[in-house]
C-alpha cells in the first residue's frame, strides 16, 4: 500500500471511527475514544490512512519542544550528547519538534511496512510542506523490544538512557540530517 493525499484522512468531529483493531488496547482506546476529543481541545491532530475504503492504520500529531530538564542530571547529559551534534551557534535551551502521540497499524496490514511508510511520510512533510519550524520528531515509544526497534530501524534515536526501565522511551529524529540528505539526492 502506497500512502497518496487520497490515502490520508484528517479526522473530524462528525466522523464515524469503527471497525479498527491494531491488537493494543491502549491505542485502539485512543482513536475510538480519544481522538475527536484531542481534536475539539487542539491537542492533537488524528490521521487515518484508508485503503480501499478500510482504516489501515492511524497516527496523532501535536506541537511540542525538546528540551533540558536542568533539575536531572540524565536529562542534562543527553541533552548535552544531543547538543554536541548541532553546530555551536545554533545551540539553543529548546528546540521546535512535533510528537507522534499515536501511531496505530490494523493488524492485517502489520509487518508489511505501513508504519515505516508513514513515518517516512511525516519525514518528508516537516521538510517540505510545514508550515512552522520544526527541526525534530519526537515519540514516546513503548518499552518493549518490538516498538523500540521499529524507531531505531526508523533512524529514531533515545533522548536519555534514565527511562530505559519506564513503560516509554523517549526518542527523537532529527529531520535536518534528513533534509541534507534529501537535497543532496535531489
Known amino acids: ?17 469503527t471497525g479498527f483493531d491494531c ?3 491502549d491505542l485502539n482506546e485512543f482513536l ?6 484531542y481534536l475539539a481541545e487542539l491537542l492533537a491532530v488524528t490521521y487515518l490512512v484508508k485503503d480501499n475504503g478500510r482504516f489501515a ?26 547538543s554536541r551534534t548541532l553546530p555551536n551557534k545554533k545551540r539553543r535551551k529548546t528546540y521546535p519538534a512535533v ?3 499515536r501511531l496505530g497499524v490494523c493488524g492485517t496490514y502489520q509487518r508489511k511496512g505501513l508504519g515505516s511508510r508513514i513515518l517516512d511520510w511525516l519525514k518528508i512533510s516537516f521538510i517540505t510542506n510545514n508550515k512552522t519550524g520544526c527541526r525534530f520528531i519526537t515519540v514516546d515509544a513503548y518499552n518493549n523490544p518490538r ?5 531505531e530501524r526508523n533512524g ?13 522511551r523517549q526518542m527523537y529524529f ?4 534528513f533534509y541534507a540528505l534529501m537535497m543532496k539526492q535531489g
Open 57 to 82: 492504520a492511524f497516527f496523532s500529531l501535536a506541537n511540542v519542544k525538546l528540551t533540558c530538564d536542568p533539575d536531572s542530571p540524565e536529562g542534562r547529559a543527553g541533552w548535552n550528547k544531543l
Open 23 to 25: 491488537g493494543d488496547p
Open 156 to 168: 529514531f534515536r533515545f533522548l536519555t538512557v534514565g527511562d530505559a526501565g519506564a513503560d516509554t
Open 32 to 37: 475510538l475514544l480519544d481522538a475527536k476529543e
Open 1 to 17: 500500500m502506497l500512502l497518496s493525499p487520497d490515502s490520508l484522512v484528517r479526522i473530524s468531529p462528525d466522523m464515524g471511527l
Open 147 to 151: 516498538t523500540v526497534s521499529f524507531y
Open 174 to 177: 532529527d529531520l535536518k540530517p
Open 99 to 101: 510528537k507522534l502521540g
